[in-house]
């Protein structure tokens, strides 16, 4: 389950840092897709509004900062298994994919005012934001803990500990939130939330010793275990599984040109072989659904 929300300012002001942190070239590194012998799905790009057809562009807001699925190699590029999904989805659609870096909580107010045509930012989609944007939906990911290895953590059973969290992510602003307040409710001590500004610095809390946990979507914190393997484990099972979908505009033919052209790439086995080279094709879904968040 991809659930990322906006960070409201004032947490923002409140992140945390630490020195020493983590980063993506510890782990195994991502060998991207190539999209250049991709043909084109004549009637999904049919679909495409004619000024980003005149254009021959689509431009892709994210937030790269979520290994594995988007987020900077060692030269500074936007890599992961996500942005090589939406690469050959915009090849799909005959369009060149632009990426434009950005801070998560920016990408849906760019995409409403026309500076972006599309986000794919691991957005969860659900409700609340349907108002504002449509989705196609093209993952499943759910909640996973990580803990350091032969720690007796359970994310059920949490009060008391110190848990990192990315800020901004479902897990900072609703899932450790709503158990700390059930621990409260209890009359236990509450849960230490600790929000740091990118996922390698609140594994990197847990590998230190400053942290407890660290909670995160499946994926992502798949790929923390797999780079720090001889330190952390994971905690639990995966929870609260729900779809990942590329925002895009409220009500406009681009919607269904993007559900035409995944699709298209998962009838050909195109979808499945991006995602198995990751690692990550246990979320993997067989139709291209729109809005099919709750």
């Not at 939330?193 to 230190?208: C, D, R, S, W, Y």
């Not at 995602?275 to 968040?293: C, P, R, S």
Request: charged residues 20%; proline residues 5%; hydrophobic residues 40%.
């Amino acid at each position: 389950m991809k659930i990322r929300y906006a960070l409201p300012a004032l947490a923002a002001a409140a992140l945390l840092t630490l020195t020493g942190c983590v980063t993506n070239e510890e782990g195994p590194q991502h060998e991207s897709t190539d999209t250049s012998k991709i043909t084109v799905d004549e009637a999904a790009a049919a679909l495409v509004p004619a000024d980003i057809k005149e254009s021959g562009k689509l431009i892709l807001g994210t937030d790269a900062s979520y290994p594995p699925n988007e987020y900077k190699n060692s030269s500074g590029e936007i890599v992961g298994w996500g942005v090589d999904l939406a690469g050959a989805v915009s090849a799909r659609l005959g369009l060149e994919p632009v990426w434009e870096e950005a801070g998560f909580d920016t990408i849906i107010p760019s995409i409403q005012g026309g500076k972006m045509n599309m986000g794919s930012s691991s957005f969860t989609d659900n409700a609340e934001r349907q108002k504002t944007v449509d989705f196609v939906n093209f993952y499943e990911a759910g909640v996973l803990w990580a803990a350091p290895i032969g720690a007796d953590v359970d994310p059920n059973n949490a009060c008391g500990l110190k848990v990192a969290v990315q800020a901004g992510t479902f897990e900072h602003t609703d899932e450790l939130p709503a158990k700390s307040a059930e621990c409260e409710a209890a009359g236990k001590p509450k849960i230490e939330i600790m929000p740091f500004e990118g996922q390698a610095e609140a594994t990197n809390a847990v590998v230190l010793g400053q942290a407890e946990a660290f909670s995160a979507d499946s994926p992502v914190t798949l790929d923390a275990i797999a780079a720090q393997s001889e330190k952390i484990e994971a905690a639990g099972e995966t929870f609260d599984v729900a779809p990942y979908g590329y925002a895009l505009p409220k009500d406009t033919d681009l919607t269904k040109a993007v559900q035409a052209a995944l699709q298209s790439l998962m009838d050909d086995g195109t979808y499945l072989e991006i995602l198995t080279k990751a690692g990550v094709e246990d979320g993997a879904i067989a139709k291209a659904t729109i809005n099919a968040g709750s």
